[in-house]
């Protein structure tokens, strides 16, 4: 059972991989490789051109964290420049007179300049409405005095103006002992974002300079709406807020996948003497949207080109091969079929086919040869069949085919049939007494002259068995088949065959006639027995004689014998 289902299955993987299948994969297995090789080439390509953004746009950042690190360090010189007025000039009053006329106004980052008491109240500032205001309890002040360095606070929003704001402070006390003033600034976050410009209006590029806890205090214009915001609330930030915030290295990049399922690259820089990083996020699908375009392409391009290449190897299979093959195929079978003298076109075959093609025909004419042969040879071996090679004439199988024959066409056309059975007379006798030799030439004088009175009346004589002949008679009535009898006999006589035990000393023969017109109530073997009736009733007449024996017609429809 496991041997016949292993060959089914060999059989179906045949078919499977038959000649179509194997063309179309070899057109494949050439084609495949060149358009796979320009996809990869096209990949890497993209993995370049991702690589050369990242390191542009790195280098962009860390531009604009330079950029950045000089407001800051501009914002430093202010303040030192106001501590130190601050800690020479004397009192609260002139140092503010100072402090107002020495106010660059080439720096637009800073909006204001504050002179701060050691009780956290506002003594001094360019700007009077913040005069008196306490500042005690702010981190960035407290951290000031404490650390006696320049700081920076984190975004937080002006309490008079409710401006978000990032407050630098410095401590006078970094000058000078004898003083615990601090003098504050305000830096203005939208020249920071400004400075950002070059990173914005950018496809897949987001930039933000957030402060120490993630906040975001500048960004470029189109991307203005996220200033104030937590990076965790950023989609396109929030995975990268933590790693970007918690690393001691001042500059770093690193890939990640967003929350809308987009990979990005981002590149960080520390601003130094802050606690601020700038972030630039590249979305790697937009960045690369032309060359994936191309991808997509070149995907789609060999997808059309191995198709193409499918078909054509098809079509080509059914043309050069299939086609061919399916010609030869249905030749092979006309010609099985007995279309002996169908040929294959050499015209219409391939090249590589006409040597087949000319082996066939020679085959299929050898063939065609040796059939007609074969026929000729059926033909000659039946009319053997149906002769009796003794006297010459049809043999009783010959005689039956041919009154089943006549018997048909007489049905047909509505005619008279005659037949008579013919015996020669004493013919045991003469066998005995001239011996077999003898006998077998007396049959063949019988036959000859019985096949030349056929020719004479169209009829058709054969020899029914041992020393019995029969003349069959078409379209001839009882009289007409009456006179054949007597010719037959006359002339059976006119032979002059000596036969010494015979009352005429010469052979004679006896024949029974018998005539009818055929019909759906009657069959051929009615006929026979007619005339083989008539025979019998020849012999009681003392033989060498002819009687007739006709149809009957009783009233119960049944076929009798009359004489």
Same mark, same amino acid.
């Given at each position: ?267 960080? =820089?520390?601003?130094?003497?802050? *606690?601020?990083? &700038?972030?630039?996020?590249? /979305?790697?699908?937009? +960045?690369? #949207?032309? @060359? ?72 299929? =004419?050898?063939?065609?040869?040796? *059939?007609?042969? &074969?026929?000729?040879?059926? /033909?000659?071996?039946? +009319?053997? #069949?149906? @002769? ?72 058709? =004589?054969?020899?029914?068995?041992? *020393? ?12 007409? #088949? ?82």
């Amino acid at each position: 059972m496991s041997r016949v289902s292993f060959n089914r299955n060999r059989v179906k993987l045949k078919q499977l991989l038959g000649i179509r299948a194997r063309l179309a994969l070899l057109a494949l297995i050439l084609v495949a490789p060149l358009m796979l090789e320009r996809a990869r080439s096209l990949e890497d390509a993209r993995a370049k051109q991702l690589a050369v953004a990242a390191a542009e746009f790195a280098n962009l950042a860390q531009h604009s964290a330079d950029a950045q690190q000089e407001v800051i360090s501009s914002v430093e010189t202010v303040l030192k420049s106001a501590a130190y007025i601050r800690a020479s000039a004397g009192g609260v009053g002139r140092s503010c007179d100072i402090l107002r006329a020495s106010l660059p106004t080439h720096l637009p980052w800073i909006r204001t300049l504050l002179i701060v008491g050691g009780d956290g109240r506002v003594q001094c500032s360019t700007n009077n409405v913040f005069v008196g205001l306490d500042v005690s309890d702010r981190a960035y002040f407290k951290k000031a005095r404490e650390t006696r360095e320049i700081v920076f606070s984190d975004y937080l929003f002006a309490r008079i103006t409710n401006k978000p704001v990032v407050m630098a402070a410095y401590p006078v006390s970094a000058i000078s002992d004898d003083s615990d003033s601090v003098i504050l600034a305000g830096v203005n976050l939208d020249w920071m974002s400004k400075i950002m410009s070059n990173l914005g209006g950018r496809p897949g590029i987001s930039a933000v300079l957030v402060d120490s806890t993630g906040t975001v205090l500048a960004a470029p214009a189109d991307q203005v709406s996220m200033i104030g915001r937590s990076l965790d609330t950023i989609p396109l930030l929030s995975a990268i807020a933590e790693t970007a915030l918690d690393s001691d290295h001042p500059q770093g990049s690193l890939s990640f996948v967003a929350a809308d399922g987009s990979k990005r690259i981002v590149s960080y =820089a520390r601003i130094a003497g802050t *606690e601020s990083r &700038l972030i630039v996020s590249i /979305d790697e699908a937009r +960045v690369s #949207a032309a @060359i994936n375009r191309d991808i997509r392409t070149a995907y789609l391009q060999l997808g059309f080109v191995s198709l193409f290449v499918l078909l054509g190897a098809l079509i080509a299979a059914e043309k050069l091969i299939i086609g061919p093959i399916e010609i030869i195929t249905s030749i092979a079978k006309r010609f099985g079929q007995g279309e002996w003298s169908v040929r294959a076109a050499l015209k219409s075959l391939p090249a590589e086919f006409v040597p087949l093609a000319r082996a066939f025909n020679a085959m299929a =004419a050898q063939l065609s040869q040796r *059939e007609r042969e &074969l026929v000729a040879t059926n /033909d000659r071996l039946t +009319v053997i #069949a149906s @002769i009796d090679m003794l006297s010459g004439l049809a043999n009783r199988r010959g005689f039956q085919s041919r009154l089943d024959f006549e018997w048909m066409k007489a049905g047909q056309s509505e005619s008279e049939l005659s037949l008579m059975m013919i015996d020669v007379d004493h013919f045991k006798l003469f066998n005995d007494t001239y011996g077999h030799p003898e006998g077998d030439a007396c049959l063949t004088r019988l036959g000859e002259t019985l096949a030349g009175i056929a020719a004479e009346t169209t009829g058709f =004589a054969g020899r029914y068995g041992g *020393e019995e002949f029969c003349l069959l008679l078409p379209n001839t009535d009882v009289k007409r #088949a009456l006179e054949i009898g007597e010719m037959v006999r006359t002339a059976v006589e006119r032979l002059a065959l000596p036969h010494c035990t015979s009352s005429y000393q010469t052979v004679t023969v006896s024949v029974g006639v018998a005539c009818t017109r055929p019909n759906a109530a009657q069959q051929p073997g009615d006929l026979i027995e007619a005339a083989d009736a008539a025979l019998y009733a020849a012999k009681h007449r003392g033989r060498n004689a002819v009687v007739e024996h006709g149809f009957g017609r009783p009233t119960d429809g049944s076929v009798a014998l009359a004489s």
